[in-house]
C-alpha cells in the first residue's frame, strides 16, 4: 500500500489533493507537485486525490 504522504524532490510534502495540480496530456490525467511540477507517482497520486484536509 502506498504510504499517505509523499516528499517531492523538491522538498515539498504531498498530503492531500490541494497539494497536487491536474494536468491534462492528451487522453492522460497527470499530478504533479503544485511547488515544482515535478510528476507525482500514479499509484501515490491515486491515494492521495481522494484525501481532503476537511
Known sequence: MCPA???C???A???YRQD???RL???RTRWVCRDCGTPVPSATAE???HRDPS
Open 47 to 49: 491515494v492521495l486525490r
Open 9 to 11: 524532490q523538491c522538498g
Open 20 to 22: 497536487m495540480e491536474r
Open 25 to 27: 496530456e492528451g487522453a
Open 5 to 7: 504522504t509523499y516528499t
Open 13 to 15: 510534502r504531498l498530503r
